[in-house]
T-cell receptor, first 111, second 113 residues
Framework: AQRVTQPEKLLSVFKGAPVELKCNYS??????LFWYVQYSRQRLQLLLR??SRESIKGFTADLNKGETSFHLKKPFAQEEDSAMYYC?????????????FGQGTTLQVKP | DAGVIQSPRHEVTEMGQEVTLRCKPI?????LFWYRQTMMRGLELLIY????????DSGMPEDRFSAKMPNASFSTLKIQPSEPRDSAVYFC???????????FGPGTRLTVL
């Protein structure tokens, strides 16, 4: 079964501390992984996707097929990073391309 | 482009009433998605359409929920009768092709008393 697991509902760190939001997935094929972010009173929006191998707002995420993980990392958290973060999986071979989301992690960056 | 538009933004109703949520996707986008967001279950896909045709409605909780897409620029999600456990934020999203990013609307916060 296709599944995305984000084990932490809430992650609270101090400004300047490193951040790692965990994401594990279950999928037998070749997955595409995404991170979406929802800032307060804003729409859910794409943060990054693994195929792009890019860094957005200082965040990076590496797909680890051995550990079936796609953790989101940032070396120095900023207060403006406070938001809800969703990890999502798209079945790579599917022609439907629907996304399966994790339960989300709220990141709280304290001053 | 104003992005995906949803209405109403907030809806408060009483148990047993019919609720209709509306969505206008981004022009030129071929797929439309309805999601439900709750604290307990996070973001769940309810149903999605490709070229106005429902492709996967396996996430629709029960027969009280129905969704339509009569044309490329409009979709509705209806709950009849509504129950308190339906209280959630309902998001609509659209995308151009199956390989593209999904763009989300602002959501409708539904409260069923």
């Amino acid at each position: 079964a296709q599944r995305v697991t984000q084990p932490e509902k809430l992650l609270s760190v101090f400004k300047g501390a490193p951040v790692e939001l965990k994401c594990n997935y279950s999928y037998s094929g070749s997955p595409e992984l995404f991170w979406y972010v929802q800032y307060s009173r804003q729409r859910l929006q794409l943060l990054l996707r693994h195929i792009s191998r890019e860094s957005i707002k200082g965040f990076t995420a590496d797909l680890n097929k051995g550990e079936t993980s796609f953790h989101l990392k940032k070396p120095f958290a900023q207060e403006e990073d406070s938001a809800m973060y969703y990890c999502a999986l798209r079945a790579g071979s599917s022609n439907t391309g629907k996304l399966i989301f994790g339960q989300g992690t709220t990141l709280q960056v304290k001053p | 482009d104003a992005g995906v538009i949803q209405s109403p933004r907030h809806e408060v109703t009483e148990m047993g009433q019919e609720v209709t949520l509306r969505c206008k996707p981004i022009s030129g986008h071929n797929s439309l998605f309805w999601y439900r967001q709750t604290m307990m279950r996070g973001l769940e896909l309810l149903i999605y359409f490709n070229n106005n045709v429902p492709i996967d409605d396996s996430g629709m909780p029960e027969d009280r929920f129905s969704a339509k897409m009569p044309n490329a620029s409009f979709s509705t999600l209806k709950i009849q009768p509504s129950e308190p456990r339906d209280s959630a934020v309902y998001f609509c999203a659209s995308r151009r092709t199956s390989r593209d990013e999904q763009f989300f609307g602002p959501g409708t916060r539904l409260t069923v008393l």
